[in-house]
């Protein structure tokens, strides 16, 4: 079992970064596919980038190319680097993991079993 903390989130322009850092707790981190979820006002939540045990990732929708995801399994965090925000950024970052045997990140729509309480990313324009 695992647990994760988010850090990181905060208020800035467009076209800024922000590095957000997920900390888990637990047993076979290294083991694990971690996964970043976004939850914007009004809206449900999505994945938008995942990285597999091997370190292999994977994007989705307009954040390839902005966001880079990459783990540290000795200090057990991952960290996703968000580059160029724009205002649609905005909202709760939450990452998931789930004990996953494959070198390849879960399909999209996978059902992660542990979660963080999410940090909080506010993108002005």
């Known amino acids: 079992q695992l647990q994760l903390v988010e850090s990181g989130g905060g208020l800035v322009q467009s076209g800024g970064s922000l590095r957000l850092s997920c900390a888990a707790s637990?047993?076979?981190?290294?083991?694990?596919?971690i996964a970043w979820f976004r939850q914007a006002p009004g809206k449900e939540r999505e994945e938008v980038v995942c990285?597999?045990?091997?370190?292999?990732?994977a994007y989705y929708d307009s954040v390839e190319g902005r966001f880079s995801i990459s783990r540290d399994n000795a200090k057990n965090t991952v960290y996703l680097q968000m580059n160029s925000l724009k205002p649609e950024d905005t909202g709760m970052y939450y990452c998931?993991?789930?004990?996953?045997?494959?070198?390849?990140?879960?399909?999209?729509?996978?059902?992660?079993?542990?979660w963080g309480q999410g940090t909080q990313v506010t993108v002005s324009s």
């Open positions: 998931a993991a789930d004990r996953y045997w494959s070198n390849a990140c879960p399909p999209r729509l996978h059902e992660y079993n542990y």
């Open positions: 990285i597999s045990r091997a370190g292999n990732d």
């Open positions: 637990g047993l076979f981190f290294d083991e694990h596919a």
